[in-house]
């Protein structure tokens, strides 16, 4: 079954790059919507069935993912529906999460954004580790362990001075201030998971600019203030569009 959101929260007509904004409040990415059970279902599915496509973790530092943990409980605690114990989470659908194991992972449960951690390599940001769940014509595979120029290579408008003015992003973003943007994308079907090699041509029947459904990235950017790494979390709306 289709898993969608009955609107998208807000305007998503289209903004130039980057199209970066202040996130108020500070905890807004971590949203939950009318969606949540049938999303968190699929992320436990996808994460038991097929983690080796939805988890990848190249070396990153393992504060940083304890640190992930750590924010998102202190946000859920506070939020309703929840229940967070020492040793366990009751999600809002009921479904009771163990704090054990790799942290990153047990944040993904929690929530329904994906979350990818990026740490300064040099002059860039690269992607160390992630749970991406639902990829919207890309594959973590390719992306896992490369900067941010590299990960954005086939996207036409993201040119070398695009480029620049992301990392000094990254570099600018302070603890407890994040920023957002979001994008928006027409597909023929709502299928959430939908991995696709960055050299896979499009296949006759997928229509990209009339399709049936409007696909939305929430895309966050959060400094962890201990480890410095910077969270990019992502939370997936899928709307069907009027007939």
């Known amino acids: ?6 609107k998208i929260p807000y305007d998503v007509s289209p903004k130039r790059l980057p199209g970066i904004a202040p996130l108020v409040p500070a905890d807004g990415w971590i949203i939950r919507d009318e969606a949540f059970a049938g999303q968190m ?12 496509a939805v988890w990848s973790d190249t ?3 393992p504060a940083a ?7 998102v409980l202190a946000t859920v605690a506070d939020r309703a529906g929840y229940h967070v114990s020492d040793h366990e989470v009751t999600r809002p659908d009921g479904v009771v999460v163990a704090l054990q194991g790799d942290p990153l992972i047990t944040a993904a449960r929690l929530i329904q954004e994906d979350l990818l951690i990026h740490e300064k390599h040099g002059d860039e940001h690269v992607l160390t580790a992630a749970v991406l769940c639902f990829p919207a014509s890309w594959t973590l595979a390719e992306k896992i362990g490369k900067p941010l120029s590299r990960i954005h ?3 036409d408008d993201y040119d070398p001075n695009i480029a620049k003015r992301v990392q000094r992003l ?5 603890p407890g201030r994040p920023l957002w943007r979001f994008n928006r994308l027409r597909y023929p079907k709502p299928d959430l998971f939908l991995p696709r090699s960055e050299h896979a041509p499009r296949s006759s ?3 990209f600019e009339t399709g049936p459904y409007v696909r939305s990235e929430h895309q966050a950017l959060v400094r ?3 480890s410095r790494a910077v969270v990019f979390a992502i939370h997936t709306f899928v709307v069907a569009t009027p007939e």
């Open 1 to 6: 079954m289709a898993v969608l959101q009955t």
């Open 41 to 52: 279902a699929l992320r436990d599915q996808l994460i038991g069935d097929q983690r080796s």
């Open 59 to 61: 070396g990153a530092d």
């Open 65 to 71: 993912k304890a640190e992930v943990l750590q924010m």
């Open 153 to 155: 290579w086939r996207v």
């Open 170 to 174: 990254f570099d600018g973003i302070q």
């Open 205 to 207: 029947d997928e229509d």
């Open 224 to 226: 962890l203030p201990k």
